[in-house]
């Protein structure tokens, strides 16, 4: 299985009905979200393999030197969280290291826009997966008002130079957008509100991006229109199916991550020292019941 299946990169110089195909609204009208298509086993052996490759990069990111950047946006609910997730629970987070960057404080605001997302760049042999990031300009600061329209322009007019910037300078930067249908966003949402185990994933501005679908499908194609370049393309992940979603993202990620195999040394089990004397103290410790 290959991440091309349901990602498309968007070619430049289409007509209107094939881009909008390629920016993946999904059912943005009442259309019923696809149900999963891969069963639970399939899946979960899927993505153990896929799992045991992101090693295998890392290893090479280690030897090589490689520097990426890979920024995860999309609709709320549409299943960031859960890819970075599965990228990062088999991996080191010295290497894989995620950047979910709060508000920013006042020191932030007043420093230049790009600033505190450069501190968290990639140095040698790492790996940056940023959970949202610079792009909240061009989104919901846009629609939500909290950045002034001469900020937003100035956003849209330089984003692609400063990217340019970056991969100029060595660093591989990636860049997914993950789409999800309306009838979709409203089950994961309601899901949310009933399920003790997830309401903390519900925010005002989810609400408020459920409320505004529309005002954040404008900012989401003009972002696309300003910033989906040669050097720093947007790739569509249709998240209606999460097991699908996060497979066909990280086979896709790892296609574009030009890692080898990397030799590896024979390593032998060392035998353990002797005790020489060694007895355990007489006291008592304190242990965690054993309930089950």
């Known amino acids: 299985m290959t991440g091309w299946d349901t990602m498309s990169k968007k070619k430049h110089k289409q007509g209107s009905s094939d881009k909008q195909a390629h920016r993946g609204e999904p059912g943005n009208g009442s259309d019923t979200a696809q149900a999963d298509k891969l069963d639970r086993k399939h899946y979960e052996q899927e993505l153990a393999r896929l799992q045991g490759e992101l090693v ?16 995860f946006e999309g609709r709320d609910a549409a299943g960031k969280g859960g890819v970075i997730k599965r990228i990062t629970e088999r991996v ?5 290291r995620i950047a979910a960057l709060p508000a920013p404080s006042e020191r932030e605001k007043s420093s230049m826009y790009m600033q505190r997302y450069m501190e968290r760049f990639p140095a040698g042999g790492e790996i940056v997966l940023f959970d949202r990031s610079w792009y909240n300009r061009a ?16 956003f849209l007019k330089v984003c692609p130079q400063v990217e340019r910037f970056i991969v100029d300078s060595g660093v591989q930067l990636i860049k997914y957008w993950f789409e999800v249908s309306m009838d979709e966003q409203t089950k994961r949402f309601s899901e949310r509100i009933s ?22 499908s404008r900012a989401k194609d003009a972002m696309f229109a300003a910033t989906d370049t040669d050097w720093a393309p947007w790739y569509v992940v249709n998240g209606n199916s999460k097991r699908q979603a996060r497979l ?45």
Not at 56 to 69: D, E, N, P, R, V
Not at 92 to 96: H, I
């Open 248 to 292: 066909n993202c990280i086979s896709h990620l790892l296609s574009l991550i030009p890692y080898k195999n990397v030799p590896l040394e024979t390593v032998d089990l060392p035998k353990r020292q002797k005790p020489n004397g060694y007895a355990p103290p007489d006291y008592a410790y304190r242990h965690v019941p054993e309930m089950y």
């Open 195 to 216: 399920d003790p185990r997830k309401i903390w994933k519900l925010s005002p501005m989810d609400l408020e991006s459920h409320r505004r679908w529309y005002d954040f």
């Open 139 to 154: 989104g919901v600061e846009r629609v939500m008002g909290f950045c002034t329209d001469n900020q937003y322009e100035r």
């Open 56 to 71: 295998k990069a890392q290893l090479w990111l280690q030897h090589s030197g490689h520097k990426a950047i890979v920024v």
């Open 92 to 96: 080191s987070p010295r290497v894989f």
